[in-house]
């Protein structure tokens, strides 16, 4: 039985809660949600995982087999990099944080302080296991269109940009590197990021994003050569009703990645 502890309880620790209860295999022990916030999320947490206890921290004694992070950048600081330190395994989902200058190398250095590992999940994206297995063989290119319908990129710098309400064509909102989508598109950068990490980093990682009424889906391209050949991807995920900025993808890869943990056979 794997014991798990849960940062974040939005909408993709709610959907990853939702299909763990039918697995007898592993078991949410507790929630860490934001310092206030526990008595208004505990009724969900209580309908999703009964014996879990919600906090605002692990406490002090809790070691759980594994921690993972579904909340945000700022989770990543508060619990992930301390949790690493203490040894515990941890998983992140929010891999956009880690092209904050300074953050993979904390993480890594978190680790192997405390022994341990921390996995990057996929998340929204496919052909991570290939993108990563090429880049031994060396690569020459990797380029991602992120392309999402408009309201996705409200409350980003694309909403000072251009009337979103009312585009009537796929509208380019960003191109350069992965490092600079990162900065302006926070958020958004989560898939970029991972590409980067698995692949030929920030600086050489090039980023489009498009802003395109015609699409329902969050559609994520990927173009990838180098001495392995190429590849060609293109995802077409559906977005979350809790959080239209967020595919359902992500959710069913952090369950995938716990079951890999969890159960004899791991794929
Ligand atoms: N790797 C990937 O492909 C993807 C990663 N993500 C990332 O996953 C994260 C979660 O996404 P959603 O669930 O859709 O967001 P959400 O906004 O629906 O939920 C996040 C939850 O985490 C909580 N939270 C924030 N900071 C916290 C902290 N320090 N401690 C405890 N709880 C905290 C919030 O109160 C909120 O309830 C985001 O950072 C997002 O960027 C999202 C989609 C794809
Ligand atoms: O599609 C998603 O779920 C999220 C996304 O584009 C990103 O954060 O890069």
Not at 42 to 57: K, N
Not at 122 to 143: P, T
Not at 245 to 252: G, H, I, P, Q, R
């Amino acid at each position: 039985m794997l014991h798990v502890s849960m940062i974040g309880c939005g909408a993709i620790g709610v959907g990853v809660m939702e299909l763990l209860k039918s697995d007898p295999d592993i078991v949410v022990d507790m929630v860490i949600v934001p310092e206030g916030k526990e008595d208004s999320l505990r009724a969900v947490v209580q309908r999703l995982a009964p014996t879990a206890q919600v906090a605002s921290h692990l406490n002090g004694g809790a070691r759980p087999d594994l921690l993972i992070e579904c909340a945000g950048h700022q989770a990543i600081e508060q619990h992930i990099i301390p949790a690493l330190e203490h040894g515990i395994p941890c998983m992140v989902v929010s891999v956009g944080a880690l092209s904050e200058l300074g953050m993979a190398e904390r993480l890594e250095q978190a680790a192997r302080k405390g022994n341990t590992q921390v996995q990057l999940l996929s998340g929204a994206i496919g052909a991570i296991d290939a993108l990563a297995a090429a880049k031994i063989g060396g690569l020459e290119s990797v380029v991602y269109t992120g392309r999402k319908p408009p309201q996705a990129w409200k409350g980003t710098p694309a909403e000072a940009q251009f009337d979103l309400d009312r585009l009537e064509q796929p509208t380019v909102i960003f191109e350069g590197t992965a490092r600079d989508a990162a900065r302006l598109y926070p958020k958004n950068a989560n898939v970029a990021a991972t590409l980067s990490l698995a692949g030929l980093g920030l600086d050489r990682t090039h980023v489009r994003l498009l802003a395109d009424p015609t699409v329902t889906e969050n559609v994520h391209h990927v173009e990838a050569k180098g001495a392995f050949g190429g590849f060609e991807l293109t995802m077409r995920g559906k977005p979350l009703a809790a959080n239209p900025k967020t595919s359902a993808l992500t959710v069913f890869s952090v369950v995938r990645a716990l079951g890999n943990r969890a159960h004899a056979v791991s794929i």
